[in-house]
């Protein structure tokens, strides 16, 4: 079965980074996009961008550009995130996600990262 | 604030039939297919619907969705009581890039 396994939660202070990963298994990992979602507490979901794990392309929210980095390593099925320059609004639980058959439709989460920003 | 529009609360009695609305644009819902996800406290969120009225496989058939012009919805018949959960909206918007979700709407079943 299609399993994604998140990396546990971490705490940052303002202005650090943070790499969260994601551990696919059940599937071929180069076969479908990771998409990434964020969630702060009681508020709704934010799309942060997607990573093909094939071709390695990524693309992101016009929101995070140039601030989020999105890779993976094929070798052991793993997606990466990582979130630069880190503010308290950054504090959030972040999801990894796959399509169903590919596409938007995510089908399959990981149970969520929680990161904490705060001095 | 949003780019897709969901009420943030509906409600309704066992056995009635709750509809939730998610209202956008030419650019999202008026060009692009629509997800309804489901998301219990603490748990990671669930696709409920897809590409506007499929379901995935577990999911039975009180749970069907719609699409009309920039708008969509789902319906929930026969409400449950396990039915209690936040539903959000999602579609992809050309003009962003990007996909975007509704606020969510937290469902109660008096």
């Known amino acids: 079965q299609v399993q994604l396994v998140q990396s546990g939660a971490e705490v940052k202070k303002p202005g650090a980074s943070v790499k969260v990963s994601c551990k696919a298994s059940?599937?071929?990992?180069?076969?479908?996009?990771i998409n990434w979602v964020r969630q702060a507490t009681g508020q709704g979901l934010e799309w942060m961008g997607w990573?093909?794990?094939?071709?390695?392309?990524?693309g992101y929210a016009q929101k995070f550009q140039g601030r989020v980095t999105m890779t993976g390593n094929t070798s052991i099925s793993t997606a990466y995130m990582e979130v630069s320059s880190l503010t308290s609004e950054d504090t959030a639980v972040y999801y990894c996600a796959r399509g169903l058959y590919g596409g938007n439709s995510l089908a399959y989460w990981g149970r969520g990262t929680l990161v904490t920003v705060s001095s | 604030q949003s780019v897709l529009t969901q009420p943030p609360s509906a409600s309704g009695t066992p056995g009635q039939r709750v509809t939730i609305s998610c209202s956008g644009s030419?650019?999202?819902?008026?060009?692009?297919?629509v997800n309804w996800y489901r998301q219990l406290p603490g748990t990671a969120p669930k696709l409920l619907i897809y590409v506007v009225n499929q379901r995935p496989s577990g999911v039975p058939d009180r749970f069907s969705g719609s699409k009309s012009g920039t708008s969509a919805s789902l319906a929930i018949s026969g409400l449950q009581s396990d039915d209690e959960a936040k539903y959000f909206c999602?579609?992809?918007?050309?003009?962003?890039?990007?996909?975007?979700f509704g606020g969510g709407t937290t469902v109660t079943v008096l």
């Open positions: 030419y650019s999202n819902i008026g060009s692009n297919s």
């Open positions: 999602a579609t992809w918007d050309d003009s962003l890039k990007g996909m975007v």
């Open positions: 990573m093909n794990p094939n071709s390695g392309n990524a």
């Open positions: 059940g599937y071929t990992f180069t076969s479908y996009d």
